[in-house]
């Protein structure tokens, strides 16, 4: 059996995901830990969710990774969606995230790791995803050990490599 087709929280249904970017939620882990903040976006190949916490300011806030099988239970907590979290990216900013997936893939295989692009995603296999803007802090990966293999890779990319 496919380890996704047990998917109890999010039905890999890639609507509701979307739906729930913006909304104060709730998760609670295995580890019976409660995670509060805004889902800043949802991966919907590994169905990491990518959690904004703490808040001080519109600007200051902590980031936190839940993986999928990490999740025991998530409920939304309030119904208000917040606005920003909408928005488009600005059209500069696109652009230099086109210009780092380029740099990026480019380096990849010129280390001659098969690399994929998959919409705004890299895809390495099915283990790994590198998400914009494409730096090591920016992958996702189950395994331990191909994540730091590839962030070790993404870290010694020279400068005036292109």
């Not at 902590?62 to 928005?87: C, D, G, P, W």
Request: glycine letters at 2%; one cysteine or more; proline letters at 4%.
């Amino acid at each position: 059996m496919n380890e996704y087709s047990d998917d109890k929280i999010f039905k890999n249904d890639p609507i509701y995901m979307k739906s729930l970017v913006g909304r104060e939620v709730e998760i609670e882990t295995v580890d019976k830990k409660i995670h509060r903040g805004t889902v800043y976006v949802i991966d919907p190949i590994f169905k990491t969710v990518v959690l904004h916490t703490n808040f001080r300011s519109e600007e200051e806030f902590q980031t936190v990774f839940i993986l999928r099988h990490a999740i025991e239970s998530l409920k939304t907590t309030s119904e208000v969606v917040k606005e920003s979290y909408l928005k488009e990216p600005a059209e500069k900013q696109v652009a230099s995230h086109i210009n780092q997936k380029k740099l990026v893939t480019k380096w990849l295989k010129h280390m001659q790791i098969d690399v994929q692009e998959s919409g705004d995603y890299l895809k390495i296999d099915d283990h790994l995803v590198i998400v914009p803007p494409y730096g090591p802090e920016n992958c996702i990966c189950n395994n331990t050990l191909i994540l730091e293999q590839i962030q070790k890779l993404l870290k010694s990319l020279p400068e005036e490599f292109s």
